[in-house]
């Protein structure tokens, strides 16, 4: 489906739940990246890896984490912290710098 | 910080004529500017992209112009049809960190 695999589609939080969302890609792609959607707002990076073992925060971090321990794997973890988690979560992967993203069919997140 | 301004956040024309969304960005560094379209539901994907050392691109109905000096960059759609209706985002690389920063979105209706 694109190279780029999210699950689940949908996904319900209960309050002070941690979950964790799963993102694959088979693209070889070294770069991946998660992105939240909400209403009107755009796409706002919450983390981005572009190498195996290496990850740095993007603008709205706060409560969430990842890890980068294979190339083909960035999951995100949504922790209690996050305060107001309920929104569209993608994610994208992309050779590098100067190269378009492919994205995932991306999770919907709400909490219940 | 980094930020891209995007207009308009909609736009309703009739099948056949024009289209043309408009992007400022304001990170002197960027210098890859894509494109991606998102249908109702669906997953963004990239239609057209330009770099710093180009003006124009064009790509069968859609093209789009890049301003170094101005920090501008627009999207052209031209002859458009019911199909083209959906959320357009432009996004504009982040210096040399290797990511994207995008505009809010601009939703295009095309009326038959």
């Known amino acids: 489906d694109g190279g780029i695999t999210q699950s689940p589609k949908y996904l319900f939080r209960k309050e002070g739940q941690n979950v964790t969302l799963s993102c694959e890609q088979n693209?070889?792609?070294?770069?991946m990246y998660w992105y939240r959607q909400d209403p009107g707002q755009g796409l706002r990076l919450i983390y981005y890896s572009q190498i195996v073992n290496d990850f740095q925060k993007g603008d709205i971090a706060e409560g969430y984490s990842v890890s980068r321990e294979k190339k083909e794997s960035f999951p995100l973890t949504v922790t209690s912290a996050q305060k107001n988690p309920t929104a569209f979560y993608l994610c994208?992967?992309?050779?590098?710098?100067?190269?378009?993203?492919?994205f995932g069919s991306g999770t919907r997140l709400t909490v219940v | 910080g980094e930020n891209v301004e995007q207009h308009p956040s909609t736009l309703s024309v009739q099948e056949g004529d024009s289209a043309v969304i408009k992007c400022t960005y304001s990170?002197?560094?960027?210098?890859?500017f894509p494109w991606y379209k998102q249908e109702l539901g669906k997953r963004p994907q990239l239609i057209i992209d330009i770099r710093s050392n180009v003006g124009e691109k064009k790509d069968q109905r859609i093209a789009v112009t890049l301003n170094k000096t101005a920090k501008h960059f627009s999207l052209h759609i031209t002859e458009t049809q019911p199909e083209d209706s959906a959320v357009y985002f432009c996004a504009a690389s982040r210096g040399s960190q290797g990511n994207l920063i995008f505009g809010k979105g601009t939703k295009l209706s095309v009326k038959p």
């Open positions: 693209l070889n792609h070294d770069a």
């Open positions: 990170d002197s560094a960027s210098n890859y």
């Open positions: 994208a992967s992309s050779h590098g710098i100067l190269y378009g993203y492919t």
